[in-house]
């Protein structure tokens, strides 16, 4: 039985429920053209989120499972504990957003079928630029070697991608993020979907109502005014 998803254009003030989420292709739950902050943002709070390729009309998906990373079980195996232990890299919070997202964008993984196409990219940057999306840049001998970015709702935070171009680098950006979230309280880091390489960090699925209900504590807690301000960060 094949059912219609719904179109959301500029002038659709809702989103469907997220129960009529299909299950194949898994979450996907509308189409759309409007893809503004707003609209983004409005997406988050209900821990919905864009993912579309080029020539396609944007998609909104809310996967059932979805992937999860509880920060108190991040994994961190011998090799990158001793690469933290080393102090290889130095490591900064929203120092340098733009450059991020062009990099995970131009990731030589993603080949071709990247999803963060030119309006995605526009979009979150501007995003940033409202307060609302952050980077953790990984820094070797003053060159970008690595780093993450995602969207924060209070204490939501939902990654999108990260990057890397030195060994470990895009791992030590997702610890630098666990510590940084765990000092204000907040348990987890919505990863959207699993896949080995977030499997390994420690990973794991959980039924859509799960991650709602989770979501919605984090959303309670309110970060201080100066948490999200560019600065250099610490292990502690």
Known sequence: MTR?????SSNSSTFPALSTALEEPNGLLAFGDDLTPQRIIQAYQQGIFPWFSDGEPVM??????????????????????????????TVTLNKNYNQVIE???????????????????????????????HSIEVWYNEHLVG???GVA??????????????????????????????????????????NPFLADMGCIEVSRQQFITQQIAAKAIIPPANFWQARPLTLD
């Open 60 to 89: 909104w998906w809310s996967p059932n499972p979805r992937g999860i990373i509880n920060i108190s079980e991040l994994k961190v195996n011998k090799t990158l504990q001793k690469v933290l232990n080393r102090e290889t890299f």
């Open 153 to 194: 709702v209070n204490g939501y935070f939902s990654g999108e991608s990260m990057f890397y171009r030195k060994s470990n680098a895009s791992k030590v950006a997702l610890v630098y993020l666990a510590q940084l979230l765990k000092s204000i309280n907040i348990e987890f880091i919505d990863c959207q979907m699993l």
């Open 4 to 8: 219609a998803i719904p179109w959301l």
């Open 147 to 149: 780093g993450l970015y």
């Open 103 to 133: 990099l995970c964008a131009d990731a030589p993984f993603r080949k071709e079928n990247t999803w963060i196409v030119n309006p995605m990219i526009s979009a979150y940057k501007t995003l940033h630029s409202q307060g609302s999306s």
